[in-house]
T-cell receptor
C-alpha cells in the first residue's frame, strides 16, 4: 500500500510529557499538511510544508508544537509539555501540486490521549 | 476567508432510502469543494470533489453532489442507502489561492436503519 502512513496510531501520555508523531506521505507528493481533529468536530488546519519548507502555521499551533520535514519526505510533529487539551486525533495529508485541485490524501491519524 | 456549515449533525435514514447531507459554504474566491467520509478511528477518504468543471459531481459508492453557486451549497446525495454507508461525513472548502489547505465543517453522522 503506498498511501499516507502515520505512526504511532495511538499514544497515551501523562500531562507534561513530550510526544512525537511521524507522517510518511505518498512518495511523489510535495505538499504535506497536519490537521487536528477533536471529538465531534471536523479537522482543523495546523501547518503545511511544500517540500522541506514550512510555509504556514495556524494560530492553533502554540509554541509547544513544532513540525519538521527535514528532507522533504516524512514529517514529524512534536508536542512539548502536553496538556489535557491536546488530546485529539492528529491527521496528516499529502498532495501533489500541479496547478490542479490540490486533492489531499489523508493518513489514518494518530490518536493522542493526555492523562 | 472561507467556512463551511453542515446542517444537521446527525441524519438517520432507512436502508434503501434517499440520503441527503447538507453543506453550505462561504468563500471569497471561487472554491474547490470536497466531501469526505470517515469511519471510526480512521482517516478521511475522499468521496467526490468539485473543481469548477461540471456542477453535478459523481463520486464513489454511488454518491453525488451538486454545486449551486446561487445557494452557496454543495449537498451530498445517494439514491439508496446501504448499511455500509453509516459513517461520519465531512464537507470541506479549499481555494487555489490558499495553498490548498482545507476548511472543514463539523461533520454529519449518518445512521442507516435496517
Amino acid at each position: 500500500d503506498t498511501g499516507v502512513s502515520q505512526n504511532p496510531r495511538h499514544k497515551i501520555t501523562k500531562r507534561g510529557q513530550n510526544v512525537t508523531f511521524r507522517c510518511d506521505p505518498i512518495s511523489e507528493h510535495n505538499r504535506l499538511y497536519w490537521y487536528r481533529q477533536t471529538l465531534g468536530q471536523g479537522p482543523e488546519f495546523l501547518t503545511y510544508f511544500q517540500n522541506e519548507a514550512q510555509l504556514e502555521k495556524s494560530r492553533l499551533l502554540s509554541d509547544r508544537f513544532s513540525a519538521e520535514r527535514p528532507k522533504g519526505s516524512f514529517s514529524t510533529l512534536e508536542i512539548q509539555r502536553t496538556e489535557q487539551g491536546d488530546s485529539a486525533m492528529y491527521l496528516c495529508a499529502s498532495s501533489l501540486v500541479q496547478g490542479g485541485d490540490n486533492e489531499q490524501f489523508f493518513g489514518p491519524g494518530t490518536r493522542l490521549t493526555v492523562l | 476567508a472561507q467556512s463551511v456549515t453542515q446542517l444537521g449533525s446527525h441524519v438517520s435514514v432507512s436502508e434503501g432510502a434517499l440520503v441527503l447531507l447538507r453543506c453550505n459554504y462561504s468563500s471569497s474566491v471561487p472554491p474547490y469543494l470536497f466531501w469526505y467520509v470517515q469511519y471510526p478511528n480512521q482517516g478521511l477518504q475522499l468521496l467526490l470533489k468539485y473543481t469548477s468543471a461540471a456542477t453535478l459531481v459523481k463520486g464513489i459508492n454511488g454518491f453525488e453532489a451538486e454545486f449551486k453557486k446561487s445557494e452557496t451549497s454543495f449537498h451530498l446525495t445517494k439514491p439508496s442507502a446501504h448499511m455500509s454507508d453509516a459513517a461520519e461525513y465531512f464537507c470541506a472548502v479549499s481555494a487555489p489561492t490558499n495553498a490548498g489547505k482545507s476548511t472543514f465543517g463539523d461533520g454529519t453522522t449518518l445512521t442507516v436503519k435496517p
